[in-house]
C-alpha cells in the first residue's frame, strides 16, 4: 500500500497493525487505474482528501466554481479517453457540478463526479442534516450511471464500477456519492489494499458484423455522390490514421462537425467544408462517422437535406439505439469506430469505383467560390473590427501555430469561427457540443492546458465569458499558457438593444466599453486591448510566444452580430402585439 496508518492496539502494545482508511483507499484506488489529475473545489467533506490527494502524487486543480471544474474534468475526459475526475462538496457544490456531469453525458465525455455528501439515515428521514440532499436521487436521470459508497471496503469496486461505466459503449458521466462518514472508516490496511480493483479492458473493442460491412460497402459502391460526415466521436475515438485512409482511399469527400475538425486538414483536397450546403442538399449516399443525427445537422431531413428520400444513410455508432433515431438507416454499422472502420478499410479494394468527377468537380468548384467570397470579409483590417476581421487574423494564428488548441464558445463568435479557423491536427477544437451551452470556456482551457502541455488559444464571446471568466485567476495562479480573446460588442449578439421604457439597458446589453483585459491585470497576467486586426494578430502571437496567461480584450462593433447567431431559428417570435393602456 502507498498510504497507510499505524496504530498500537491496546491489548497487545507491542505490536502494530496496518491500518488505513477511505480517504487513502479512494486516492489508492484512483491511483491503481492511472488517475492522474483531479479538478475540483475544495470544502467540506472533502478538503483533507484534496489534501491528501496531493501528498500522495495525485495533481489537484482547484477552481473558483463547482461547473468549471466539471466542465475540465469532461473535456480531460475527451482529450485521454480516460474519466476525468471532478471532486465536489455536497448539496450545492454537487449541483453546480452536476450541470458539467449532465453535459459531459450528453456530449459522449467520459467523466466521474465524485461528491462528498451528508449522512444517509438523517437525509432518508429529513431531519436538516448540513447541505442534506438525496443526490444520488437527482444525478441518476442526468448520467451513465450513479453509485453509492457506504463501506470503505466497497471503495475499491465502486471506483473500479464509476471507470468502467464512463468509458465503455457510448463513453459518458458517472456520479459517484460518497458520505462524510466513509472518509473515517478505518479498516486493515492488507484487506484495504485487497479490495482495490484494477479495471481490465474497460473499453473493449466491439467488432461491426461482416454482412452489415458488406450492406455498407455495397451501398459505397453504387453511391454517385457519396458524402462522410465526421463528428467528435469520431475525434474521441483516436482512430485518426485509419479515418484519413478511410477517406483518401474511398476518394470520398467528406465534412467534419466543429470538434471534428483537424481529423484531416481542412485545407485537405477532399474537404467539402467550404462545400457544405451543397454536399447536404446535393449526396445520395451519406456516411456518418461518430457524427449524430441531431439537431446539429437538422435531424437529417428539412431544406438542408434537399429532397425528401434523395439519400440514404450509413451510421457508424457503437450504441444501437442510435440507429433510426430521427430517419431510417439504410446500413447501421453498429461497433467502435476503430473497429468499424478498419472493417471497411478492409473491403476497399483495387476494384473499388471511385467517385465520379462529376461530383467532386461541383464540389471544388462551389468551394472556390465560397472561399473567394469569404476572402475579401477576412481581410478587413478596419477599427471598429467586425466578426470577419477579427476571426481573419486569428485564423492566421492556427495556420502558422497548428499544435495550438482553440477553444471557442459565444454566439456570433462561435458560429462564424466554426467556418473561418481552420484546424490541422485533431483534437485540437474545443466547443460548446452537442446542447451548445455557454460556459465551457475557462473549464475547457484549463484542462486543455494542463493535458496537453500545449500553448490555448481562448476565443470568447464577451457573453460567454461571463459564465467562468472568474477562473482567469486559476489559470495565473497555475501559471498556464493560456491566451484568452475576447470579442467584445458591449452585449448579447449586438450592443445596441434598448430598453423601450427608457429606465434600464437593455436585456442583452453590457457596461459599454467594458476592460476585461483589467480583470486579468489584477491576478498578475497579461491584459491588453486591442482595436484593430492587426493589433489583435500581433498581441496574439506575443500571448502564444511567451506562454503567459495573457486576456485581450477586442473592441468589436456594437452593432456587429445577429441575433442568436446561425440559430437565429430556432429564437420563436411573437405576432401579437400589446396594446398599450
Not at 118 to 139: F, H, K, N, P, T
Not at 252 to 266: F, N, Q, R
Not at 335 to 347: N, P, Q, T, Y
Not at 397 to 424: H, Q, S
Request: charged content about 25%; aromatic content about 4%; some cysteine.
Amino acid at each position: 500500500m502507498s498510504s497507510v496508518a499505524v496504530l498500537k492496539t491496546v491489548e497487545e502494545p507491542q505490536t502494530e497493525q496496518e491500518l488505513t482508511d477511505g480517504f487513502h483507499l479512494v486516492i489508492d484506488a484512483l491511483k491503481l487505474n492511472g488517475i492522474e489529475t483531479i479538478y475540483g473545489v475544495p470544502g467540506i467533506p472533502i478538503t483533507d482528501l484534496g489534501r491528501m490527494c496531493q501528498e500522495e502524487g495525485l495533481r489537484v486543480i482547484s477552481f473558483r466554481h463547482e461547473q468549471n471544474a466539471g466542465n475540465a474534468a469532461a473535456i480531460a475526459g475527451f482529450l485521454t479517453k480516460k474519466p476525468g475526475i471532478c471532486l465536489t462538496v455536497s448539496a450545492p457544490g454537487f449541483l453546480n457540478g452536476l450541470t458539467a456531469l449532465a453535459n459531459a453525458t450528453t456530449n459522449c465525455f467520459p467523466m466521474i463526479l465524485i461528491s462528498g455528501s451528508s449522512e444517509r439515515e438523517i437525509v432518508d428521514l429529513q431531519q436538516g442534516d448540513y447541505e442534506e440532499m438525496d443526490q444520488l436521487a437527482i444525478a441518476k436521470p442526468l448520467c451513465k450511471a450513479a453509485f453509492r459508497v457506504l463501506h470503505a471496503e466497497d471503495i475499491g469496486i465502486a471506483v473500479a464500477r464509476a471507470i468502467r461505466a464512463a468509458v465503455s459503449g457510448r463513453p459518458g458521466g458517472v456520479y459517484l456519492d460518497l458520505p462524510a462518514k466513509l472518509f473515517g472508516q478505518v479498516v486493515d490496511a492488507a484487506k484495504g489494499e485487497a479490495s482495490l480493483v484494477k479495471v481490465i479492458d474497460a473499453a473493449p473493442e466491439q467488432i461491426p458484423a461482416p454482412h452489415a460491412v458488406k450492406r455498407a460497402l455495397d451501398l459505397l459502391k453504387g453511391a454517385k455522390k457519396p458524402l462522410i460526415i465526421l463528428g467528435k466521436g469520431a475525434a474521441y475515438a483516436q482512430a485518426d490514421d485509419e479515418i484519413r485512409e478511410l477517406v483518401e482511399k474511398s476518394g470520398i469527400p467528406y465534412i467534419p462537425m466543429s470538434m471534428a475538425k483537424g481529423l484531416l486538414p481542412d485545407n485537405h483536397e477532399l474537404s467539402a467544408g467550404a462545400a457544405r450546403s451543397t454536399v447536404l442538399k446535393d449526396s445520395d449516399v451519406v456516411l456518418l462517422v461518430g457524427a449524430r443525427l441531431n439537431w446539429l445537422l437538422s435531424h437529417g431531413k428539412g431544406k438542408q437535406w434537399g429532397e425528401p428520400g434523395s439519400k440514404k444513410f450509413i451510421q457508424v455508432d457503437i450504441e444501437p439505439r442510435e440507429m433510426d433515431s430521427n430517419v431510417e438507416i439504410a446500413a447501421p454499422l453498429v461497433g467502435d469506430i476503430g473497429s468499424v472502420v478498419k472493417a471497411l478499410l478492409a473491403g476497399i479494394d483495387k476494384s473499388w469505383p471511385g467517385v465520379p468527377s462529376e461530383w467532386t468537380s461541383t464540389i471544388n468548384a462551389k468551394k472556390e467560390a465560397n472561399i473567394s467570397k469569404m476572402a475579401a470579409k477576412l481581410g478587413k483590417n478596419a477599427a471598429p473590427m467586425d466578426f470577419h476581421g477579427a476571426l481573419g487574423a486569428l485564423k492566421q494564428v492556427i495556420k502558422e501555430r497548428p499544435d495550438a488548441i482553440l477553444v471557442n464558445e459565444g454566439a456570433n463568435t462561435l458560429d462564424l469561427a466554426r467556418g473561418v479557423i481552420d484546424m490541422y491536427k485533431p483534437r485540437k477544437r474545443l466547443d460548446v457540443g452537442t446542447w451548445g451551452v455557454m460556459g465551457i470556456g475557462m473549464g475547457f482551457a484549463v484542462a486543455a492546458a494542463i493535458e496537453t502541455g500545449k500553448p490555448v488559444l481562448a476565443v470568447e464571446g464577451d457573453s460567454a465569458f461571463g459564465f467562468s471568466g472568474m477562473e482567469v485567476e486559476t489559470i495565473c495562479r497555475y501559471n498556464l499558457p493560456v491566451c484568452i480573446v475576447i470579442f467584445n460588442n458591449n452585449g448579447i449578439y449586438r450592443g445596441t438593444d434598448t430598453d423601450p421604457t427608457g429606465r434600464d439597458p437593455g436585456t442583452t446589453v453590457f457596461v459599454p466599453g467594458a476592460r476585461y483585459d483589467k480583470m486579468m491585470e489584477a491576478f498578475g497576467g497579461v491584459g491588453v486591448n486591442v482595436t484593430t486586426p492587426d493589433e489583435l494578430k500581433r498581441a496574439v502571437d506575443a500571448a502564444m510566444d511567451s506562454g503567459k496567461p495573457t486576456l485581450i480584450n477586442a473592441e468589436i462593433d456594437p452593432a456587429a452580430g445577429s441575433e442568436s447567431g446561425n440559430i437565429g431559428s430556432l429564437n420563436p417570435q411573437s405576432v401579437v402585439k400589446k396594446k398599450k393602456a
